[in-house]
């Protein structure tokens, strides 16, 4: 067996990136040691997490806001072992979808864990322990990433829990103390606490949504308190002692002082991800790491071995699907001798809440620190006709342009359909747009999107409905 590639992780960087390579004419062939493809994403990632977040939404509008719509109903009974089927549907037919798109493309699979024995060989280990030696032209990395632990504190899935344990659980926890306020914790906090959790956030910076714009996480942590979010933030976790009753957290403020102590039934463990390059044999070919165990790559995605490149969570950068599916795409399209190109400057995130919490390009600290002279354009939901016709008021879109040029540097989005809104500014910031470009570009009407170039118009302080 001889390819021009083989691609190792089938998550959303190694399936994209093979299916680009077949698109290319390189004969592909990827490895795969979960019995599912899609890795973390589509496993127990982005795809469960946005259908337990899709249905306790759906559940907690019918019981906290259907009324005042008009629409009487009992109160709605929570069948948690149905939601937990409606995710596990949904993440069915997202693996199957890969398989056959895999198929359709000629790639072929090999179920088992790679090792790469050499620049051009892959070894496979089945799960019977038998092996295959795959010879390759190319080898692509897209092991993804592991959920990142805290020493002294043993995640065993069922009270202490991983993102993954969280997404499992079978009956709604009284009490859910969720250790770090970055997106998995805000996110799958939220699912819980619309089934009925108590939920506290501890947090060892003293703000939430590290990265994030400062104002935006400021106003989040408003909205997300309203709701019923408890935070201790400024908070170092040192000890979980499990009980009968559940778990005994004891923090203390991370600039030191006196601990607390606070009971759970359930902890969610969620302070980052960590690469994995487990077993791949790495260090015994030489292949460098940085001091976070990522893999170095140059421009072009390549190691500094000849012929093994790495893609997605395993490298530097946001740790996000998008990113390694385009990561996936440009090694693709640079093997076959195009010119392959990621523009990490225009990399969306979003944070599925409600409402959610999107971003592309800078944040104002960012800009600060870079001394980057800007404006600013800010417009709250509270006055797009849309958003107050459907009580979604929280939140605002606000514009960072470029004082002397007024491109557009950033934008960011706190409001109902978030998600959604921000692929306007990725388009005109990926043209090199300006503010202006936005402003003057008509919006329908009525659209939460009005508020994005309403935002764009306060920039030049011109917004008409504020
Ligand atoms: P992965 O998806 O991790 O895939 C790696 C694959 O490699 C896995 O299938 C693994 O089994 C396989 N593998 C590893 N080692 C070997 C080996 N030696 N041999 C064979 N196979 C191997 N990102 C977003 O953009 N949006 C979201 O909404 C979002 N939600 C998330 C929610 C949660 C709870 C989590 C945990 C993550 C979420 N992410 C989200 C992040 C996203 O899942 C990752 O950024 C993305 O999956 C990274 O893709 P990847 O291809 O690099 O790696
Ligand atoms: P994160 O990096 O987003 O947040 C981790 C948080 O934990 C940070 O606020 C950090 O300050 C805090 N923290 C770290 N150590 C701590 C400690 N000892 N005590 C208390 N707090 C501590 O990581 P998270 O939420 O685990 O997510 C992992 C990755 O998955 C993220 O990089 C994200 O990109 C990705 N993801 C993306 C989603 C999306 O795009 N919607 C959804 C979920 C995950």
């Known amino acids: 067996m001889s390819y021009d590639l083989v691609v190792i992780g089938t998550g959303p960087g190694g399936y994209v990136c093979a299916i680009r390579a077949a698109q290319l004419g ?8 979960r019995k599912t493809h899609g890795g973390t994403c589509l496993n127990v990632g982005c795809i469960p997490s946005k259908a337990l977040l899709h249905a306790s939404h759906m559940f907690e509008d019918a019981r906290d806001h259907f009324a005042k719509l008009g629409i ?95 997404l499992e659980l079978q009956s709604v926890p009284k009490r859910l103390v969720v250790i770090g306020a970055g997106v998995i914790g805000l996110e799958l906090g939220s699912v819980w606490r619309r089934l009925g959790s108590e939920v506290t956030v501890v947090e060892y910076l003293d703000r939430i949504l590290p990265g994030m714009d400062g104002d935006v996480a400021k106003n989040f942590q408003r909205i997300l308190s309203k709701q019923g979010f408890q935070f201790k933030l ?91 599916e385009d990561e996936g795409v440009a090694v693709a399209e640079i093997l076959a001798g195009k010119a392959g190109h990621v523009n990490y400057d225009v990399i969306p995130s979003v944070v599925y809440t409600f ?67 921000i692929h306007e500014a990725v388009i005109a910031m990926e043209f090199g747009g300006s503010s202006e470009d936005i402003a003057r570009s008509c919006h329908a009407h009525p659209t939460l999107a009005e508020a994005v170039k309403e935002a764009a118009l306060a920039v030049e302080k011109r917004a008409i409905h504020m």
Request: aromatic fraction near 4%; hydrophobic fraction near 40%; charge should be neutral.
């Open 234 to 324: 400024g908070a170092k976790v040192t000890k979980a002692e499990k009980g009968a009753k559940g778990v005994t957290l004891t923090f203390e403020p991370a600039a030191g002082g006196n601990p607390e102590k606070i009971e759970a039934d359930v902890v969610l463990v969620a302070i980052g991800r960590v690469p994995y390059t487990q077993g791949l044999g790495l260090d015994e070919l030489g292949v460098q790491k940085d001091n976070r165990g990522r893999i170095l790559t140059d421009a072009h995605f390549s190691t500094n071995v000849t012929g093994i490149y790495a893609i997605g969570d395993v490298i530097a950068g946001p740790m996000l699907a998008h990113k390694a």
């Open 355 to 421: 409402p959610e919490v999107a971003s592309v390009g800078k944040t104002e600290e960012e800009l600060k620190a870079a001394g980057i002279a800007y404006n600013v354009g800010k417009f709250p939901f509270t006055a797009n006709g849309r958003a107050k016709v459907n009580h979604t008021t929280d939140g605002f879109v606000k514009v960072l342009a470029d004082a002397t040029t007024d491109k557009v540097l950033g934008v960011h989005i706190i409001g109902a359909e978030a998600g959604n809104l």
């Open 72 to 166: 009487g109903i009992n109160p709605p009974k929570l069948d948690l072992k149905q939601m937990q089927s409606f995710k596990q549907e949904g993440v069915d037919g997202n693996t199957k979808g890969v398989e056959f798109l895999l198929k359709k493309n000629k790639i072929d699979v090999f179920q088992g864990t790679a090792r790469i024995a050499a620049a051009g060989q892959v070894e496979v280990t089945g799960e019977d322990g038998s092996n295959q030696l795959v010879q390759t032209k190319n080898i692509v990395i897209a092991t993804g990433s592991d959920v990142a632990r805290l020493p002294g504190i043993e995640i065993d899935e069922k009270t202490i829990v991983s993102s993954t344990g969280a």
């Open 26 to 33: 390189l004969k592909t062939a990827v490895v795969e040691k």
